[in-house]
């Protein structure tokens, strides 16, 4: 007499990835939790939902779904933030940004290695994860456009108390899902498109707009 619900999932990608992380867990820190989200990113359609290190982990709070939980990005969004410079042409890959230290009133980013490198081209500052770059070319772009750019595509933001859009969101300095980062990264294998992540066969296909085919 239950129902039956349809899904989107790869029963044996699902037990694979729980096995995986059921070995991570003990090396994790304490109350530590973690999530994984695998999406197609031809169709969208979720193959893996793991949202917690352990349901049944109190002390992990694995009961919380971290893949919805609002979660700071840390620097997820700087390849999107490089794409849609190249869109507009304010940079290419070859083009020298600047690893030096930034002072912005009281807000002073620094690299997560501590050290500074000068002149630095557009692509390696993006291998290599740069902070000061990163501000340097959000700083040209604009923290609110770059907001407004990705909240039309879907992938929403909020910041503490009643923040705005700043340098700060690209290193980050603001809080959103991974469900819709990983939707946003599939932009990248879909010249550029991309649309909510699908759990059902017959969920609606849309598509949105991130940036252009070539930037992807």
Known sequence: GGSRILN?????????????????????????????LVADTRTLEVLAYLGSADLNDAERAGHVDMIQAIRSPGSTLKPLLYALAL??????SGSLLQDVPRHHARYQPGNFARGFSGPVA????????LNLPAVQLLEHYGAKRFHAR??????????????LPNLALILGGTGTRLEQLVSAYAALD????TGPLRLQPDSPMSRRHLFSADAA
Not at 87 to 92: A, K, M, N, R, W
Not at 190 to 193: A, E, I, Q, W
């Open 8 to 36: 989107t999932l790869d029963a044996s990608l699902q037990q694979r990835l729980e096995d995986l992380l059921q070995g991570w867990k003990s090396r994790l820190p304490p109350r530590v939790s973690a999530a994984i």
């Open 87 to 92: 869109e507009d042409g304010l940079i290419h």
């Open 122 to 129: 557009a692509s390696e500052a993006l291998v290599q994860s």
């Open 150 to 163: 990705l909240a039309q595509a879907g992938i929403r933001r909020q910041y503490p108390g009643d923040g």
């Open 190 to 193: 879909r010249d550029g498109s």
